[in-house]
């Protein structure tokens, strides 16, 4: 077999994608150097009370850039297009556009429920009217579609991610496999890496450990913020001071710094992050306790049952996250029993445990003080003294009128948060912390390949331009709905 270029039958259209890119890049330009020349022509003014659209040359350019960008667009669904049509005859991003299939399948899938239904979604709705949403999302769905089908079901993978390939060590993106049999694919579409492993193959399997690991260890760092965050705004007084207190003395830290003390062996031999995950882990169960006690207080008939039920399920799910192996914390000096081994339902793995509560611990101090800051704002609007004065309960007023409406800040934040903790995720596979050594998350796979990267560039910029993509999409995402949240 013949080494695979990047575009294969396609080559034809690399005139069209250099010659469109360039004039995109040139009219940006242009837009941003007349945007700095102030114009002395007034905008009109519609009966609306919106500005109209730009006259002269910046309305000029500003069009043009809008085509370009459609035109862009174009070009690079028609290289998908042909490269799923035509799969290796189209080089190496037809090879890859080829395997990502079931991602494009998934993402028109979700994109035409979600346009379709969008009057009837909120705020999730009103993020497919912004075209910088839309962009974000498909990007941070495009990532979140490719963990799950290549890293839980092994879809998308095209060798195994661990699997030495002899004669394939450092080889360059699209040379073909030496000796390969049949049903083995016979390229390694982005080359080897100096343990002559598929690049492409590591890098779907790290996409599931940014995954499963950023939007949940965010989600409990929400969990601690809002539990804490909404009693010390709303009651002030010693509470806050003392939590406060707290939350600056975590943030005095450098952030890089806790996290390496966290995840450091010797910390770990301490049992130190399984009491730390004993504690963080109970405030999503304190959260949803408040919540539906506080919701169905006046209904005693169905709240008992329902916080029974939910309860049971939730203390179950804790114990098994916080119990490996039949056991809370075991040290090899002394043990703490945990769920016995018949109950436990899934074991996570101790690195990927320690980065998860070290990811928790820091971001929650900051998701705390966003919290408070919004509930001392909050609390002084009307709707909460109407709530006040229908005799609602504290945390009724706090989880039911306050909450909801702080809900546009901290959703944004939420997104925003999750590319901080991609970063910070690959920042410690790249220092060799938390994560096995030959664990394919992006930071590790870049650490072991900016070692050759004056010769053998791939095996490091693959993974790089992926995290790259994900933490500019949950961007845009955030920004979509900062706009949206904004018109609500």
């Known amino acids: 077999m013949e080494p695979l270029t990047w575009t294969g039958s396609l080559s034809g259209l690399n005139f069209i994608f250099i010659i469109v890119a360039g004039l995109l890049v040139l009219s940006v330009l242009a837009s941003i150097l007349v945007s700095l020349v102030p114009s002395s022509d007034a905008r009109a003014v519609g009966a609306d009370g919106s500005l109209a659209t730009d006259k002269g040359a910046a309305g000029f350019i500003n069009m043009l850039t809008g085509y370009l960008f459609y035109a862009f667009i174009a070009v690079v669904l028609a290289y998908l297009v042909g490269g799923v049509i035509m799969g290796t005859s189209a080089g190496i991003f037809g090879g890859m556009s080829r395997q990502f299939l079931p991602v494009w399948i998934a993402l028109i899938v979700t994109f035409a429920l979600s ?153 770990v031999l301490t049992g130190i992050p399984n009491y730390m995950a004993v504690f963080l882990f109970i405030f999503p169960i304190i959260f949803v ?31 098994s996250l916080i119990s490996s192996n039949g056991a809370i914390v075991d040290t090899g000096t002394y043990r703490i029993p945990g769920l016995p081994a018949v109950l436990d339902g899934f074991d996570i793995d101790g690195g990927i445990l320690v980065v998860f509560v070290s990811v928790v611990f820091v971001n929650s101090p900051t998701v705390f003080r966003i919290v408070r800051g919004l509930a001392l704002d909050i609390k002084t609007r009307d709707y909460v003294a109407a709530a006040q004065t229908r005799g609602e309960g504290p945390w009724y007023i706090m989880l039911w009128e306050i909450l909801p409406n702080a809900r546009g800040p901290l959703i944004v934040d939420f997104c925003l948060r999750i590319g901080y903790t991609t970063i910070l995720l690959g920042t410690l596979g790249f220092f060799g912390l938390g994560l096995e050594s030959e664990s394919p998350d992006w930071g590790s796979t870049i650490n072991a390949g900016r070692r050759l990267l004056s010769l053998y560039p791939h095996a490091a910029i693959a993974p790089a331009l992926a995290l790259l993509s994900l933490v500019l999409g949950l961007n845009l995402l955030a920004d979509g709905l900062r706009e949206e949240s904004l018109r609500d």
């Open 289 to 319: 306790a408040i919540l539906l006690n506080s919701r169905f207080y006046t209904q005693p008939s169905l709240r008992t049952p329902l916080l029974i039920v939910v309860l049971g399920v939730l203390g179950w799910l804790y114990l």
């Open 115 to 267: 346009i379709t239904y969008k009057r009837r979604l909120g705020l999730y709705g009103k993020l497919f009217d912004s075209t910088v949403g839309m962009i974000g999302f498909a990007i941070v769905m495009f990532w979140v579609f490719t963990g799950i089908m290549g890293g839980v079901m092994d879809l998308l993978i095209t060798h195994d991610s661990l699997s030495q390939v002899s004669g394939m060590k450092n080889k360059l993106p699209g040379t073909p496999l030496s000796g390969a049999e049949d049903g083995d694919f016979g390229w390694f579409l982005l080359g080897g890496d100096n343990l002559a492993r598929d690049v492409f193959s590591r890098l779907i399997k790290g996409s599931w450990v940014v995954v499963q690991i950023a939007p949940m260890a965010t989600l409990f760092a929400f969990m601690v913020g809002i539990t804490l965050g909404l009693p010390a705004g709303y009651y002030g007084g010693r509470l806050d001071t003392v939590l406060s207190f707290l939350a600056n003395l975590i943030l005095a830290f450098p952030v890089i710094l806790l996290f390496y003390l966290l995840v450091t062996p010797e910390i």
